[in-house]
């Protein structure tokens, strides 16, 4: 018979990503590679969930939350939010979007992040899709983004710039060493990208009405 406790132990169980066997893709690449742009495309076709750790933060800088002004100060410096806010932005998205696979986009952004997410959640992505692009081009497709992201002005970028190759870059050669990198040449045009995308992901993840 289930006891109150069992009952609590089901709802806390319910609220933490304990035991739920997620599929994670972890997104990771410069500043303007295209993280976003391709995983729209990989939602279309593989039916994950996209979680752009960006997004979820500049979402909740302007909920009016008491982390608002030190995420928005985190980001117009290019600086990296402590790790505990990002997950959690992480967490409950998960939580809430009903479904068990995930491309993390711009997460894990340095040691600190890796390290705490592994230990908060227990999970291990799947794999780590890397998109490589020179930082001339990535310059060039932030300036001209006009999505009015109060970080795409060239200070901010160029500070992005070396957040990116000092704390960034080394998480991916992390992975690297784990075997779990896919690669991608990202400066090529968008739909050429995808063809690339597209082979790392098993033709078992399609969704139906694509077949
Ligand atoms: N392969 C491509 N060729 C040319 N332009 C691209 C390509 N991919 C994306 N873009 C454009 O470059 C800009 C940046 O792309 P996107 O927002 O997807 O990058 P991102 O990696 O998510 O950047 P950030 O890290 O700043 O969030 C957008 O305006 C997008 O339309
Ligand atoms: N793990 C992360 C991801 C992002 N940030 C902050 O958000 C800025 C924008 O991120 P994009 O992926 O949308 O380019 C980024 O420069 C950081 O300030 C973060 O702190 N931690
Ligand atoms: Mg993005």
Redesign the pocket.
Known sequence: MATVVDSANKEANERTLANKNFTVVFVLGG??SG??TQCANIVQHFGYSHL????L??AEMKSGSENGFM?QD??????????E??IKLLERAMLESGNDKFLI??????EE?RAAFEAVTGIEPKFILFFECSEEEMQRRLLSRNQG?E?DNIE?IK??FK?YMESSLPVIEYYKAKGKVRKIDAARPILEVFEAVRGCFPRGNIKVNQL
């Open positions: 500043p303007g993280k976003g752009s750790a960006g997004d933060l500049r995420i985190m980001i117009k410096e290019g600086k990296i939010v402590p790790s806010v990002t986009d711009g997460f894990p952004r340095n992040n992201r970080d901010t500070k992005r957040v």
